[in-house]
């Protein structure tokens, strides 16, 4: 079945580091991939997204592209800050008329950064 | 401009207490719902969605269950709380036209403890 896979947290790094944040993904068809954060206490919120291969997604620094050949969708961030500490899910959205528009999600992961 | 309340946004309940929790969207027509379980540790689960009303689907077996009265209302409920069904519950709602690649928005959760 489909699945997405997340590096496992937490991570941990100071102010204007540079962040990666791996997603693999498994899926029959051609799905769309999304970055969804947590803020502490809080909902999710929509990132970014990609629909289809080689797309690019960004959103307040953040951006991720769609490797189909990788299977991948890694987020990356030049210059994290404090700000930014969260937890950070990918998804995947399968595309076909039975879906319902349902997302996978990974586990999360952990994102502290200290000043 | 579309919205989405949830509440209440904490609740904590003994065992075998009922439960009903409740999710409204505005703004929107005829939106796909969906209410997710975030458990310590873990991350996404999808509990329930409905494309329309009283139309609902299930993912997994459980102690829960799901109405949607009226279009824009979706509730969780329960007949007896278990010391399992603790956790952070998301609603979601995403667009019903065109279903592919449309993203879900969260409401701010309610996080639930069982005693």
């Known amino acids: 079945g489909n699945s997405v896979t997340q590096m496992e947290g937490p991570v941990t790094l100071s102010e204007e580091a540079f962040l990666t944040i791996n997603c693999t993904y498994t899926?029959?068809?051609?799905?769309?991939l999304f970055w969804y954060v947590q803020y502490p206490g809080e909902g999710l919120q929509l990132l970014l997204k990609?629909?289809?291969?080689?797309d690019k997604g960004s959103n307040k620094g953040f951006e991720a592209t769609y490797r189909k050949e990788t299977t991948s969708f890694h987020l990356e961030k030049g210059s994290v800050q404090v700000s930014d500490s969260a937890v950070y899910f990918c998804a995947l959205m399968e595309n076909y008329g039975g879906s319902q528009g349902n997302l996978i999600f990974g586990k999360g992961t952990k994102l502290s950064v200290k000043p | 401009s579309q919205t989405i309340h949830q509440w209440p946004a904490t609740l904590v309940q003994p065992v075998g207490s009922p439960l009903s929790l409740e999710c409204t969207v505005e703004?929107?027509?005829?939106?796909?719902l969906y209410w997710y379980r975030q458990a310590a540790g873990r991350g996404l689960q999808l509990l329930f969605y409905?494309?329309?009303?009283?139309?609902i689907s299930s993912e997994v077996p459980q102690n829960l269950s799901a109405s949607r009265p009226q279009d824009r209302q979706f509730i969780l409920s329960s007949k007896k709380l278990l010391l399992s069904d603790s956790g952070f519950y998301l609603c979601?709602?995403?667009?019903?036209?065109?279903?592919?690649?449309?993203?879900?928005?969260f409401g701010d959760g309610t996080r639930l403890s069982i005693l």
């Open positions: 703004g929107t027509s005829n939106p796909n």
């Open positions: 979601a709602w995403s667009s019903g036209v065109g279903i592919s690649n449309q993203p879900q928005h």
């Open positions: 990609a629909t289809k291969a080689d």
């Open positions: 899926a029959t068809g051609y799905p769309s």
């Open positions: 409905s494309v329309g009303i009283g139309q």
